[in-house]
């Protein structure tokens, strides 16, 4: 076994300055679940960012900084009228695309009075935000998570607030080695440990794989799935930046070829601070759709699992910032994925500053 230094991950290092608070902009992020918009405005804490939501009168969504700029009032204490917004403080009103609509008292508006607006994406019932320059907002690069309303497919999902840096959640799904000790009630099998991991990265995402076959099925999939022989487990983790994670499950009977399921486990790590994330997660199958009790099984075991790993990264986070990591801390064969990753998104950070740079100097 080699064990070898790696890249820090969040906590600094001892004497060390480090803000977590550095996160990928240019890159749409969900921000809410499409029932949570509605006609009252929705305030939500994005990448250490205040945001109002709310959906027009035609029920499109919109999107702006939640902070009057009259006085920093939050306009999400304000009411939506019409299309617009108006700040509960003065009676500013804004538009969806950041415009003043109204000024209280003044008849003609002052030319360029506006507020910051966030490019809005609505798919698969999640309501995606782009959090760079709204420039280069392109609709092709939402992440796919079609699994989630797709009628070929069946489950359910939440959000979860977890108290630590984005990065931990995508860590913890990154490496599902940790099944075996964290999820013993469930995921645990002694497969996930010793099967190896293969790392596939080819500029677009990042792949990690584990084909365990002729295995004991884990408790999960006895329970809630039938399996009662050997089968063959195939696991894939795919991460997209800045935050995305589909894992792809498919698990067959080595007994009956015919009895296999496929779930997918969408995971949005959205920042809500340096220290605080939404965690949006849904499990979907492609067996016994319209079975609602499995769905509502499904959901509760997946959701006690997530449970378990919260308690283990809100701990490890706690940990990193009263102890920080160690220079060369142990990596071994498992932490392939998280090394790329954390590379990875190390390396779009650089790129995304220099491009700002770049901005700012013309
Ligand atoms: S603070 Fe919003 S109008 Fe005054
Ligand atoms: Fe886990």
Known sequence: MQFRGAAPIPGGRPGEERSLAIFLRNYWYVAAWSEEIGREPLQRWLLNEPVVMWRRGDGTPCALADRCPHRGAPLSNGRVVGDDIVCGYHGLGFCGDGSCTQVPGVK???????TRSYPVAER????????????LADEAAIPDYHWN???GWAGRGETLPVAVNYTLV??????????HFVHQDTLATDAVV???????FDGKALRVVRDMRGIEPSPFFKRLCGFNGTVNHRQEVA???AANIVISVRVSSNDNPDHAVENRVLNAMTPETDRSTHYF???????ALDDKALTDAMFTANRDTFFEDVAVIEAQQKMLDRAPEPARPVRWHIDKGVDR???WVAKLLSEEAAQAGRAAAE
């Open 239 to 241: 991460f997209t930046p």
């Open 149 to 151: 309303d797709d009628p």
């Open 124 to 135: 698969w019932g999640w309501v995606f935000l782009w959090m760079g320059d709204p420039a």
């Open 341 to 343: 990753a954390q590379r």
């Open 108 to 114: 003609t508006l002052p030319s360029g009075l506006s």
């Open 281 to 287: 997660w849904s499990l979907q199958r492609d067996t």
């Open 170 to 179: 995508r860590d913890n799904l990154l490496d599902l080695s940790h099944a």
């Open 194 to 200: 010793d099967a190896p991991v293969k790392t596939e």
